[in-house]
């Protein structure tokens, strides 16, 4: 897992970002530091985090795909960011992997960039199990390599 802050000059929600307030600023730091034993790391599939050197409520995220699932050796990009009132509000979140608007891989993952998150699960988690789930079911779409 990359952990390392950066400007995100062409990130999804930068045109929306305001100064974050100090108390979002510091949870926000602290989740950030806690990802690194949290998140998949392995030859078969990683998630990677940065976020904004200047703005710490814009993160990025890069999942790379599973092995023996219909994701394996895919890297799916996806920009977030943290409204004021998180965590009682859910991030947002855009897809940015979707072929110019053409592709959607899964039910939770719109060719728009919608993405639908669950709000019993944290950001994180939701990204990794829904492209790191095999079950055709859960994912009708898969990519095809």
């Keep these: 897992m990359c952990l390392a802050p950066l400007k995100l000059e062409r990130h999804y929600f930068a045109s929306n970002s305001q100064d974050v307030a100090p108390r979002l600023a510091n949870r926000l ?3 950030f530091a806690g990802l690194s034993s949290s998140l998949p790391m392995t030859s078969g599939g990683a998630v990677f985090v940065r976020m904004d050197e200047s ?3 814009l993160w990025r995220v890069l999942i790379t795909g599973p092995q023996d699932t219909p994701y394996e050796n895919g ?6 960011t943290f409204t004021p009132d998180y965590p009682l509000d859910p991030p947002k979140v855009q897809f940015l992997t979707t ?3 053409r ?3 899964n039910p939770n993952l719109y060719a728009c960039g919608k993405v639908c998150l669950s709000l ?3 950001l994180a988690l939701t990204l990794a199990l829904t492209l790191y789930n095999p079950n055709p079911n859960l994912n009708p779409n898969p990519i095809q390599p």
């Design 99 to 101: 072929g110019g608007g």
């Design 55 to 57: 703005h710490a409520q």
């Design 75 to 80: 890297c799916f990009l996806f920009d977030v």
């Design 29 to 31: 730091a602290k989740e």
């Design 120 to 122: 019993t699960l944290t």
């Design 103 to 105: 592709e959607r891989l």
